[in-house]
């Protein structure tokens, strides 16, 4: 069960778009579509913001958007706002009833 | 409202042993998998372990797997995490968590209990 592959920290100005990577293998992310990400503020518990690689649960903004290609998933987050400064954690279905992590990534708005 | 209040945390001596509790509301409990993740605080996260709603499997992170072992009761509405053997490097914030409808996806958090293993 190897973690999931993130940058540490990513950055954008208000209004613009950042892409955050995961990467992971065909044992994780390239073989299923069990993929979700997570946001989490300071001192906040994780909120799930995408699932099933772009799937986005009701009251989440169209402004965050997942993919997948190949063995690596990103999340999109268009049109940055400063509250979406956070840390962003992916996990992916990694088969024998296990979920993998992400290392997570900082993101800064500048 | 989903509801999720973890308890058992606290202080533990190296190699003793702590359970874990979590009790859930606004949701049929009996119908949703359930995990515990686990979060040093100020670091990543880390899955540990997960059981379906009539504990027909379970999963654990190779981290865990022979030390804990998660059980629930859904007449109580309740999760368990019994930790045996515990090591200094399982000391973090312990979350109870409700899986997705459509499977493998951690939607809905409790608040955590923390659990520090020092001597």
């Known amino acids: 069960q190897s973690a999931l592959t993130q940058p540490r920290s990513v950055s954008g100005s208000p209004g613009q778009s950042v892409t955050i990577s995961c990467a992971g293998s065909?044992?994780?992310?390239?073989?299923?579509?069990?993929i979700s990400w997570y946001q989490q503020h300071p001192d906040k518990t994780p909120k799930i913001i995408i699932f099933d690689v772009s799937r986005r649960p009701s009251g989440v903004p169209d402004r965050f958007s997942g993919s997948k290609s190949g063995n690596t998933a990103s999340l999109t987050i268009s049109g940055l706002k400063v509250e979406d400064e956070a840390d962003y954690f992916c996990?992916?279905?990694?088969?024998?009833?296990?979920?993998?992590f992400g290392g997570g990534t900082k993101v800064t708005v500048l | 409202e989903v509801r999720l209040v973890e308890s058992g945390g606290g202080l533990v001596q190296p190699g003793r042993s702590l359970r874990l509790s979590c009790v859930a509301s606004g949701f049929n409990f009996d119908d949703f998998v359930m995990h515990w993740v686990r979060q040093v605080p100020g670091k990543g996260l880390e899955w540990l372990s997960v059981?379906?709603?009539?504990?027909?499997?379970?999963g654990y992170s190779d981290s865990v797997k022979g030390r804990f072992t998660v059980s629930r009761d859904n007449a109580e509405n309740s999760l368990f995490l019994q930790m045996n053997s515990l090591r200094v490097e399982d000391s973090a914030i312990y979350y109870c968590?409700?899986?997705?409808?459509?499977?493998?996806?951690?939607?809905?958090w409790g608040q955590g209990t923390l659990v520090t293993v020092s001597s």
């Open positions: 065909s044992r994780d992310i390239g073989g299923f579509n069990f």
């Open positions: 968590v409700k899986d997705g409808q459509s499977g493998w996806y951690l939607d809905s």
């Open positions: 059981i379906r709603g009539d504990s027909g499997f379970t």
């Open positions: 996990t992916a279905y990694a088969g024998n009833f296990n979920l993998v």
